[in-house]
C-alpha cells in the first residue's frame, strides 16, 4: 500500500510539473508577441525619423517629418497592436478564412468570393487620388516593416493566435486597406436580410398584416430640432408614442444586429461656452479586442486624433483643431434582389432585358484546412453577383428555373471611398468636409460634421437611382430583366439629404428617418430607429443650452422611450385590478412584478428589476402574438418592435387581430395575452435568474460579451480572453445595448458603442474619447482591457493635441529611423 501511495504521490507530482511546466512554456511563447514600446528600430519606407508616443492610456501619437512617414507609423502601430485582427480582416474580405479553420468557415468564404470583395479592392487603387495612394502604400509599409521585425526578432509569430493557427503572413498591400472598408460595408447593411423576410413573411400573411409586424417608421424625418423657443416649456418627460403610422467571425450580420451609431451636434447659439459641440458613438457588435483603435497622427495639415479601424489609415471619427466629425448608418436602401430567369435550353444563360445571354463566369478556388479544396464557379449578371440559395436563405424566395443576383452599391470596381474619407479627415472647415464626401460610395453615411462656427449633417455615399415603376420599390425581390427594376446609376451628390446650420441650433441622427421624400428619392424604406430619437430630442430640448457635459450625459442616458410607452398599453388593464393572492402563487408574483413596474421610470439600470421584467414580458408578448400567423417563421423575429406591438394595442388599420388565438375557439383580447405573456415571462425569470423578483438584478441578464471572435467559444482559453461586464442600456436607449434576441441567453449585450466621443470646440483639448476594452489585441497585455472598465463606467481619457501632455506620463516611446 505504501508503495501505491508513493507512486501516486510521484504520478501526481509529475502531472502537477508537467501542467506548470506547460503553462509557462505557453505563457513564454504567447509573451513573444508583446510588442517593446521604447525601442528603436532601423526600418525601410521612411525618409527621416517616426516617433511614437505613447501616451499613459496607450493611445499612439505619431510624429514624422512628412504625412507619408505618419502614415507608416500608423501602420506600424496598428500591426504591433492588432495584427491577428488585422490580418483575420484581410482574410474574410478574401474570403481565405478556410485556409485555417477548415470547413466551418466555407460558407463565409463562399459568400465573399461571390461578392469579389477582395477584387473589386484591387482594382478600385487606380480610383484614388494621388495623396490616397501615397498614403496607402506608406501604411502599408509600415504594417511591413513590423512583420519584417516579428520575423528577423523570433517576435512570438507577431500574435499568440498564430502558435494555434500559423499561416505565412502575406505582406500588406494597399488593396488590403480598401477591402477592409468594403467589408464594413457588407457588415453594415440590413437591407439584404430585411428584403428576404419581407418577402417570406408576404407568402405567409396578407399585405395589411405585413405593415405591422414590419412597420414602415412613422415619423416624418428627424435631423434638426426646432428652435428651442417655439417649444412649450414644462413639458413633462413622459410622452406617450402616438404615431399611428452567423458565426460571430462572419461579416454578415442579422438585421437587427446591423450598424447603428448616435451623433448629435449644437452651434454657438445652444453651448453655454459660445463654441460648437459634437458626439458621436459609433455602434458594432462587441468583440475582444474592440475592432476601435485610438489614434493621434500629426499631419502636415494639423493633428488628427480620433477613432481608427486597424487596417485603414483614416480616422473614421475624430477631431483635428478646427473640425470634430462623427458617422452614423444612413440606412440608404443600397442593396437590391433581382429574380433572374435562367434558360430552361441553357443553363450558362439568363434573361435579360434584350433576351437570353451568357452569365459572366470564373472558377474560384477555396483552400481549406484539413479537407479537399472547393471550387466555386461565381456567376455574375448585369445586375450583380449570383448567390446560391442556401445563403440569406435566397431559397425560400426564388421560384424554379430561376437565380437570384444581388445588385449593392458597393460593388464598384472604381471606388473612391478611401480618398474621400481621408479627405474629410484633412477638412478645415463644414463645406470642405462636405464637399469632400461627393466622392463616397460605401457604406453610406451619415456625416455629423462641427467646426469652431458651424455644424451640418451630410448623407455621404451612393443613393442608387430607381426607376420610379420599380416593380417593389426595391422593397421586395423582383424581376431582374424588367429594365424598370434595374438601377439607373446613382442620384446626384446635391440629391443626398444634407442640414446645415439649422435655425434650432441642434443636429442630430439616432439611425432614424432624416428626411420624408417619396420614391424614388426616399432614401430607405427600412430605418435602423424609431426609438431612441425620441428621447434624444427629450434631452436635445430640455435646455437651452449644452456643455460637453450634457453631451456625455444624453451618450450615456438609459431611460427606455419604449417602455414608457409600451408598458402604458400592456398594463393598461391590469395595474391593480388583480385580487389577493398567497405568497408563491403566479398571482401574487404578477401583482409583485406590476407593482414594482407601476413605480419604475423606464431607466434601464443593470442594478435594477424592472428592466429584466419588462425586457422578459415584452418578448414573450411578441411570441405570442406571432407564433400562430408565421409559425416557423416566428423565430426570425427576434427582437420585440414597439411600433408593431403598439399597432397592435391601439388597434391601428384592426392590428389587434394578432391578439387572437387563431387555433382556439374564443376570441383572446389583448389584455389577455399580455397577462398570459407577463406569466411567463415570470416563469422564464424565475427558472433563470432566481425566484425572488425584487432581487434579479438586469446587468446580470444584459452582460456585455466582448468575446474573442475566434477563442471566445474555446474551454480555458475563453477565461483569458473574453471580457464579460454587467451594463445598463438596451435595445431602444441612447447608451445601447442591443441584446443577443436568441439563445440561452436573449439579454446579453452584443451590440453597442465601442467608441465614444465628445469634441468642444470651446477647450478642443478638453474633448474626450474611449473605446470598449484596449488598445492590445493581445490577451497577456495590460493594455488588453486597460478602457474597458473606464467604458462600462461611462467614463472617458483626453483627446488632446498636446504634445507635451502625451509625453508627460508616456508608457513607452518607440523611435523608427531609416535604414540605412
Not at 442640414?499 to 441622427?509: A, E, H, R, T, Y
Not at 420614391?519 to 425620441?534: A, C, E, K, M, Y
Request: charged residues 20%; contains cysteine; hydrophobic residues 40%.
Amino acid at each position: 500500500m505504501a508503495l501505491i501511495f508513493r507512486w501516486l504521490v510521484r504520478l501526481a507530482s509529475a502531472l502537477i510539473f508537467l501542467t506548470v511546466a506547460a503553462v509557462v512554456l505557453a505563457y513564454y511563447f504567447a509573451s513573444r508577441s508583446l510588442p517593446d514600446y521604447s525601442a528603436e528600430n532601423e526600418v525601410s519606407g521612411i525618409s527621416a525619423p517616426v516617433e511614437i508616443v505613447r501616451d499613459n492610456a496607450n493611445v499612439p501619437h505619431i510624429f514624422g517629418q512628412n504625412d507619408a512617414d505618419v502614415y507608416f507609423g500608423l501602420g506600424y502601430a496598428h500591426a504591433q497592436d492588432r495584427l491577428w485582427q488585422m490580418t483575420m480582416l484581410r482574410r474574410t474580405a478574401q474570403g481565405r478564412l478556410s485556409e485555417l479553420f477548415g470547413t466551418r468557415t466555407v460558407p463565409i468564404d463562399e459568400v465573399l468570393r461571390r461578392f469579389d470583395i477582395y477584387t473589386l479592392a484591387v482594382s478600385s487603387f487606380n480610383a484614388q487620388d494621388d495623396q490616397t495612394k501615397a498614403a496607402l502604400r506608406a501604411y502599408s509599409a509600415g504594417v511591413n516593416a513590423w512583420l519584417a521585425e516579428v520575423n528577423e526578432g523570433a517576435l512570438g509569430r507577431g500574435a499568440p493566435e498564430m502558435w494555434l493557427f500559423n499561416h505565412a503572413i502575406a505582406r500588406w498591400e494597399p488593396a488590403d486597406s480598401i477591402a477592409i472598408l468594403k467589408l464594413m460595408a457588407l457588415q453594415l447593411t440590413s437591407h439584404l436580410d430585411n428584403e428576404v423576410l419581407r418577402a417570406r413573411t408576404s407568402l405567409l400573411i396578407e399585405n395589411e398584416r405585413l405593415r405591422d409586424i414590419m412597420p414602415d417608421d412613422p415619423t416624418d424625418g428627424v435631423a434638426a430640432l426646432p428652435e428651442y423657443a417655439e417649444l412649450i416649456p414644462g413639458v413633462p418627460d413622459f410622452t406617450p408614442n402616438t404615431h399611428m403610422a452567423f458565426q460571430s467571425i462572419s461579416p454578415v450580420k442579422r438585421g437587427p444586429l446591423a450598424g447603428a451609431s448616435n451623433a448629435w451636434a449644437a452651434n454657438a447659439a445652444r453651448s453655454a461656452t459660445g463654441a460648437t459641440l459634437l458626439a458621436n458613438d459609433p455602434h458594432l457588435e462587441l468583440t475582444a479586442p474592440s475592432i476601435w483603435y485610438l489614434a493621434r497622427l500629426e499631419l502636415s495639415t494639423g493633428g488628427v486624433i480620433g477613432g481608427t479601424i486597424p487596417g485603414m489609415p483614416i480616422v473614421l471619427s475624430g477631431r483635428s483643431a478646427d473640425l470634430g466629425w462623427g458617422v452614423t448608418t444612413a440606412y440608404v436602401d443600397d442593396q437590391d434582389i433581382l429574380i433572374e430567369e435562367v434558360n430552361p435550353a441553357n443553363p450558362n444563360e439568363y434573361r435579360d432585358v434584350t433576351g437570353w445571354v451568357p452569365f459572366r463566369t470564373r472558377d474560384s478556388i477555396i483552400t481549406v484546412r484539413d479537407a479537399p479544396a472547393v471550387t466555386l464557379r461565381l456567376r455574375w449578371t448585369a445586375n450583380g453577383p449570383v448567390m446560391p440559395a442556401n445563403q440569406f436563405n435566397l431559397g425560400t424566395i426564388t421560384p424554379p428555373g430561376h437565380v437570384t443576383s444581388i445588385a449593392w452599391s458597393a460593388l464598384s470596381d472604381r471606388d473612391p471611398s478611401m480618398s474621400s474619407a481621408m479627405a474629410i479627415m484633412r477638412a478645415r472647415t463644414v463645406r470642405e468636409a462636405i464637399a469632400a464626401g461627393e466622392d463616397y460610395i460605401a457604406p453610406a453615411q451619415n456625416l455629423t460634421v462641427a467646426d469652431r462656427n458651424r455644424i451640418a449633417m451630410k448623407t455621404v455615399g451612393a443613393l442608387p437611382a430607381r426607376d420610379e415603376n420599380h416593380q417593389s420599390q426595391g422593397r421586395l425581390p423582383s424581376y431582374g430583366y424588367l429594365p424598370e427594376n434595374r438601377w439607373q446609376g446613382r442620384f446626384p451628390y446635391s440629391d443626398n439629404p444634407e442640414f446645415v446650420d439649422p435655425d434650432g441650433g441642434i443636429i442630430g441622427n439616432t439611425n432614424n428617418k432624416t428626411i420624408d421624400r417619396p420614391f424614388p428619392l426616399h432614401v430607405s424604406h427600412h430605418w435602423g430607429d424609431t426609438q431612441r430619437i425620441n428621447r434624444w430630442r427629450r434631452l436635445m430640448q430640455a435646455r437651452n443650452v449644452h456643455t460637453r457635459d450634457s453631451f456625455i450625459e444624453a451618450q450615456l442616458d438609459t431611460v427606455s422611450f419604449a417602455a414608457r410607452t409600451l408598458l402604458t398599453l400592456m398594463g393598461a388593464d391590469l395595474w391593480y385590478t388583480g385580487d389577493p393572492a398567497p405568497d408563491g402563487t403566479p398571482e401574487r408574483r404578477r401583482q409583485i412584478a406590476l407593482d414594482l413596474l407601476s413605480a419604475w421610470n423606464g431607466e434601464m439600470n443593470e442594478h435594477l428589476p424592472e428592466p429584466l421584467i419588462y425586457a422578459a414580458w415584452v418578448r414573450e408578448f411578441q411570441k405570442r402574438l406571432i407564433r400562430d400567423e408565421l409559425g416557423p417563421l416566428a423565430p426570425e423575429f427576434t427582437h420585440a418592435d414597439p411600433v408593431f406591438i403598439e399597432r397592435v394595442f391601439r388597434d391601428i388599420d384592426g392590428a389587434s387581430v394578432w391578439c387572437d388565438i387563431i387555433q382556439s375557439a374564443p376570441v383572446e383580447t389583448c389584455t389577455d395575452i399580455a397577462r398570459q405573456a407577463l406569466d411567463e415571462a415570470l416563469i422564464w425569470i424565475a427558472e433563470n435568474h432566481g425566484e425572488a423578483i425584487e432581487a434579479v438584478r438586469w446587468g446580470d441578464a444584459h452582460q456585455a460579451t466582448h468575446d474573442h471572435p475566434v477563442l471566445g467559444n474555446t474551454p480555458l482559453l475563453n477565461w483569458v480572453v473574453n471580457i464579460r461586464q454587467s451594463t445598463s442600456g438596451g435595445d431602444h436607449t441612447l447608451q445601447r445595448g442591443k441584446t443577443a434576441g436568441t439563445g440561452v441567453a436573449p439579454f446579453q449585450n452584443v451590440h453597442a458603442a465601442g467608441y465614444r466621443g465628445v469634441y468642444d470646440f470651446a477647450d478642443p483639448d478638453s474633448s474626450v474619447f474611449v473605446t470598449a476594452t484596449g488598445q492590445s489585441g493581445h490577451p497577456l497585455s495590460r493594455y488588453y482591457d486597460n478602457l474597458g472598465e473606464l467604458w462600462r463606467r461611462g467614463e472617458y481619457i483626453p483627446m488632446s493635441l498636446d504634445p507635451d501632455l502625451a509625453r508627460a506620463a508616456a508608457v513607452g516611446i518607440s523611435v523608427l529611423r531609416p535604414a540605412n
